[in-house]
């Protein structure tokens, strides 16, 4: 005999067979082939309505580095397009079950990340835009960057589709075995480098292992002395943060005096503040550094325009560095569909969701408010600048890389959804067969066609004038 569900409906106190049935009940009225569609209804919003209205809330000189990069091809548009996809995912079956969602979900926001303890991990890294939503989102996000990027390679139709049958169906599984674990068990499960190596790297090609091999070793240089010695110069005597504009502008080239003061006092207040959102260990060893200089910096693809502030710190003498970035956290672009969330500030919703869905995190990890030089409060987070991060280069796999690569991805987000969603219930919904595999890969396919018709629809806006794009 089970027990009853408490009264407020919560999960987590229900038995593994209450959980298993909401699950296998939530096929009946959203069967798992469903999960294939994808229709663009007439009333879908332009979107290059959608990329300019996020981009009238950034830096307006950024802006056209943004849809240069954008234009590139259908994948950096993808990579950008986070906000098109979440009105277009709202309006396709959901199951019902929920999870904390990256809300970004592409393959290159996969890749190999530092643990405290210095061991390598494979994880997801970006989440600007995590909120509780649909698990299927993140998933169906990945799937169809899989196949965006498969077309770009020039696959057939019949690798892109092998790759997102391995990918969805290593998500499957290990949620499966996720949903027979523990509590404890599945918060502790983390995929480091080794049993990376064992579970997914050995059965690649000779080449593609090369490229894991060359990857880890470059990920491991990968830190704050590495980009000391890259982003700095010596000027009179003083180390600084060198110049390459526009990607990186040092104070005293953005502003004038007067400005550039009030700039460098307000960045000064938020690392100062923001320290009080780690942990009292870690605030300990940051206040044995001092900050020297201060830059702007342009990022990634989909965050080029907000504001980003990079902070060279010395510690016991001049050559131990430590580059912290913060990063402005606007509203997620799921908000709309799925709701605003619990906290306060939209600093704390990033370093929250990560949190929570990374197995281990940044030990700089914080977040702060600031009011800027034109008045306006904004939200940020904080974290070091390079920190043993490995990327991808899809661009130069072939379909066996590929499909182990999203092999991996697929395993590294069922961990992060069995941390904060229902793992049994999903995992029931998904089942043994692969009916949802199959789904994805109709799905993925549709929307890389929707893709493509965006992307070409922002070259069109480019080359009418309707929008400026710069290269940088």
Same mark, same amino acid.
């Given at each position: 005999?089970?027990?009853?569900?408490?009264?407020?409906?919560?999960i987590?106190?229900?038995t593994p067979?209450?959980?298993?049935?909401l699950?296998?009940?939530?096929?009946?009225s959203?069967? #798992?082939?469903?999960?294939?569609? /994808? $229709?663009?209804t007439?009333k879908? &919003?332009?979107?290059?309505?959608?990329? =300019?209205? !996020?981009?009238?809330?950034?830096?307006?000189?950024?802006?056209?580095?943004?849809?240069?990069?954008m234009?590139?091809?259908?994948f950096?548009?993808?990579?950008?397009?986070a906000?098109i996809?979440?009105?277009?995912?709202a309006?396709?079956?959901?199951?019902g079950?929920?999870?904390?969602?990256?809300g970004?979900a592409?393959l290159?926001?996969?890749?190999?990340?530092?643990?405290?303890?210095?061991?390598?991990?494979?994880?997801?890294n970006d989440f600007?835009e995590t909120?509780?939503?649909?698990?299927?989102?993140?998933?169906?996000?990945?799937?169809?960057?899989l196949?965006i990027?498969g077309?770009?390679?020039?696959f057939s139709?019949?690798?892109?589709?092998?790759?997102?049958?391995?990918?969805?169906?290593s998500? #499957?599984?290990?949620?499966?075995e /996720? $949903?027979?674990?523990?509590?404890? &068990?599945v918060?502790?499960?983390?995929? =480091?480098? !080794?049993?990376v190596?064992?579970?997914?790297?050995?059965?690649m090609s000779?080449r593609?292992?090369?490229?894991?091999?060359?990857?880890?070793?470059k990920?491991?240089?990968r830190?704050?002395?590495?980009?000391?010695?890259k982003?700095?110069h010596?000027?009179?005597?003083?180390?600084?943060?060198?110049?390459?504009?526009?990607?990186?502008?040092?104070f005293?080239?953005?502003?004038p005096?007067?400005e550039r003061?009030?700039?460098?006092k307000q960045?000064?207040r938020?690392?100062e503040?923001?320290?009080?959102?780690?942990q009292?260990?870690?605030?300990f060893?940051?206040?044995?550094?001092?900050?020297?200089d201060?830059a702007r910096?342009?990022?990634?693809?989909?965050?080029?325009?907000?504001?980003?502030?990079?902070?060279?710190?010395?510690?016991?003498?001049?050559?131990?560095?430590l580059f912290?970035?913060?990063?402005?956290?606007d509203e997620s672009v799921l908000?709309?569909?799925?709701?605003a969330?619990r906290f306060?500030s939209?600093g704390?919703r990033?370093?929250s969701g990560?949190r929570?869905?990374?197995?281990?995190?940044?030990?700089f990890?914080?977040?702060?408010?600031?009011d800027?030089?034109?008045?306006r409060?904004?939200?940020?987070?904080?974290r070091?600048l390079?920190?043993w991060?490995?990327?991808?280069?899809?661009?130069s796999?072939?379909p066996?890389?590929?499909q182990?690569?999203g092999?991996?991805?697929g395993?590294?987000l069922?961990?992060?959804?069995a941390r904060?969603?229902?793992?049994?219930?999903i995992?029931?919904?998904l089942g043994?067969?692969?009916?949802?595999d199959r789904?994805?890969?109709?799905?993925a396919?549709l929307?890389a066609d929707?893709n493509?018709?965006?992307?070409?629809?922002?070259?069109?806006?480019?080359r009418t004038?309707?929008?400026?794009?710069a290269a940088?």
């Amino acid at each position: 005999m089970t027990s009853r569900p408490p009264a407020d409906g919560s999960i987590w106190h229900r038995t593994p067979q209450e959980r298993a049935a909401l699950g296998k009940a939530a096929r009946s009225s959203v069967p #798992r082939s469903s999960q294939a569609e /994808f $229709a663009p209804t007439e009333k879908r &919003p332009d979107p290059v309505d959608v990329i =300019e209205a !996020q981009s009238a809330r950034r830096v307006p000189e950024l802006v056209p580095i943004r849809y240069g990069r954008m234009t590139e091809s259908p994948f950096r548009f993808y990579r950008g397009a986070a906000a098109i996809m979440a009105g277009d995912l709202a309006g396709t079956p959901r199951s019902g079950i929920t999870a904390q969602l990256c809300g970004d979900a592409h393959l290159l926001n996969f890749r190999l990340l530092a643990s405290p303890e210095r061991r390598l991990m494979f994880d997801i890294n970006d989440f600007d835009e995590t909120l509780p939503g649909p698990w299927e989102w993140d998933v169906k996000r990945l799937s169809a960057s899989l196949v965006i990027a498969g077309r770009g390679n020039g696959f057939s139709v019949k690798e892109r589709a092998g790759v997102v049958r391995a990918t969805v169906r290593s998500y #499957r599984e290990w949620m499966r075995e /996720f $949903a027979s674990m523990g509590n404890l &068990p599945v918060w502790y499960a983390q995929f =480091e480098e !080794q049993g990376v190596q064992s579970r997914f790297v050995q059965d690649m090609s000779a080449r593609a292992r090369g490229v894991w091999s060359d990857a880890v070793v470059k990920a491991r240089t990968r830190d704050s002395l590495q980009a000391y010695r890259k982003l700095t110069h010596v000027v009179d005597g003083e180390v600084r943060i060198a110049p390459d504009p526009p990607l990186i502008t040092p104070f005293q080239d953005l502003l004038p005096d007067a400005e550039r003061g009030a700039l460098e006092k307000q960045i000064r207040r938020l690392l100062e503040r923001y320290s009080k959102t780690l942990q009292a260990d870690r605030r300990f060893l940051l206040e044995q550094y001092r900050i020297v200089d201060m830059a702007r910096k342009v990022v990634g693809v989909g965050s080029v325009g907000t504001r980003c502030w990079i902070a060279l710190l010395l510690g016991r003498d001049g050559e131990d560095p430590l580059f912290l970035q913060a990063k402005e956290a606007d509203e997620s672009v799921l908000a709309p569909f799925v709701g605003a969330g619990r906290f306060r500030s939209q600093g704390e919703r990033v370093v929250s969701g990560q949190r929570l869905m990374q197995a281990t995190s940044d030990i700089f990890l914080g977040w702060e408010r600031a009011d800027g030089i034109d008045g306006r409060r904004r939200d940020f987070y904080v974290r070091q600048l390079r920190d043993w991060k490995g990327i991808a280069e899809p661009e130069s796999m072939l379909p066996p890389g590929l499909q182990a690569f999203g092999e991996m991805c697929g395993a590294s987000l069922a961990r992060s959804h069995a941390r904060s969603g229902d793992r049994i219930a999903i995992a029931s919904y998904l089942g043994s067969g692969d009916v949802f595999d199959r789904a994805l890969v109709t799905f993925a396919e549709l929307y890389a066609d929707q893709n493509e018709r965006d992307h070409q629809a922002l070259v069109d806006a480019v080359r009418t004038g309707r929008v400026t794009a710069a290269a940088a």
